[in-house]
């Protein structure tokens, strides 16, 4: 399968590369699609998606269909290559997923999830419609205007009325589980993906739908991350402020680490005194904290904190991530904040 976190933490490397240092979730499968090294769990991998797809497929439902083609393609998705001098081939269209897309969007109306999975295609004209629906559903959530993507001007006009940032990962994880729980691993692919461990079905299937996930959920950030330098700021009142508007409520009211660690990046950049930087720089250093003490606290769970996982996204009052952090480091006994003089690892 796919190293849920690191798609993530590869995404944002260059603007924040401690806070995932030891990113929770990053151990729970080293073998999968991205590096191709046990070529029997990649097939059982690919033939159990393929059979999960056309089944949900075959419902009808608009989530489901969207599903079945984001599923599908990540089977599908050729192996990473070493760095060569060769240019990279654009991969063919899949007619299969191509056909349940277009049925998922001619049936998704304004059903966020579904438009959500939607909104994840690379088809521009899917993504922009779907995004464009879901904006409609939640007009103040910043999520869908970055995954509906465009010129920089244009979205922080547009985001000026949000107040949230919610891609809504633990609703589509926990709905990707369940979807992925009713066509099971045939005897083989069970030994497979287990890798000579236990297989257990609920942690198999939430460790796949959070790898899909941060696969394919990380919206457009470039426009924003190069729109919103303080070179840019500091020529243009305006952009300062609608700036400054989306690093507050990146920071405050994300659903995701990634969510907050984008704001808290923007914040630092965006200071104009020596007091709101150091607030930034406190605000990240017990961020970097919280994240490095709960990888540290996964990797010493069974599994790597798997079946942990499995009962926090069954436990509805875990409702973001950071909420999820919190109540795994409480239950290492690890507190939230770094103890005085704390600095992350460089």
């Known amino acids: 399968m796919i190293r849920p976190v690191l798609a993530v933490a590869c995404a944002l490397a260059l603007l924040v590369p401690v806070a995932h240092a030891q990113a929770p979730y990053a151990r729970f499968d080293d073998a999968p699609v991205a590096q191709q090294q046990d070529t029997t769990a990649d097939a059982a991998w690919r033939s159990w998606s393929h059979r999960s797809a056309a089944a949900l497929a075959a419902t009808g439902q608009p989530r489901e269909l969207a599903f079945a083609a984001v599923l599908r393609g990540l089977a599908d998705a050729p192996p990473e290559q070493a760095d060569t001098d060769t240019p990279s081939q654009p991969a063919t269209p899949d007619a299969q997923a191509s ?38 559903a939640e007009p103040q959530n910043l999520a869908p205007l970055l995954m509906r993507g465009g010129g920089v001007d244009a979205l922080l006009a547009d985001a000026r009325v949000a107040t949230r940032f919610e891609l809504g990962m633990l609703d589509q994880v926990r709905w990707m589980q369940a979807a992925l729980l009713r066509t099971p691993p045939t005897p083989a692919e069970r030994i497979a993906l287990a890798e000579a461990g236990d297989f257990v079905p609920t942690e198999q299937a939430a460790i796949t739908a959070m790898g899909l996930w941060a696969a394919v959920a990380v919206p457009g950030l470039d ?121 992350p690892p460089r």
Do not use: K
């Open 99 to 136: 056909a349940w897309r277009r049925d998922a969007a001619a049936r998704a109306g304004s059903d966020v999830l579904a438009n959500a999975l939607l909104a994840y295609s690379a088809d521009e004209a899917t993504r922009l419609r779907a995004a464009q629906r879901w904006l409609g």
């Open 223 to 343: 426009p924003l991350m190069q729109g919103c330098t303080a070179e840019m700021a500091a020529a243009n009142a305006t952009r300062a402020r609608d700036c400054r508007h989306v690093a507050d409520l990146m920071a405050d009211a994300s659903d995701t680490q990634l969510g907050e660690m984008l704001g808290l990046a923007l914040l630092e950049r965006l200071a104009t005194t020596q007091a709101e930087r150091a607030g930034a720089q406190d605000r990240r250093r017990a961020f970097d904290w919280r994240m490095l003490e709960w990888g540290r606290a996964n990797a010493a769970l069974p599994r790597d904190g798997a079946g942990q996982f499995v009962r926090f996204l069954a436990d509805p009052s875990v409702r973001t991530e950071a909420d999820l952090t919190a109540r795994a480091l409480q239950a290492a006994g690890i507190p939230l904040d770094p103890p005085a003089g704390w600095q």
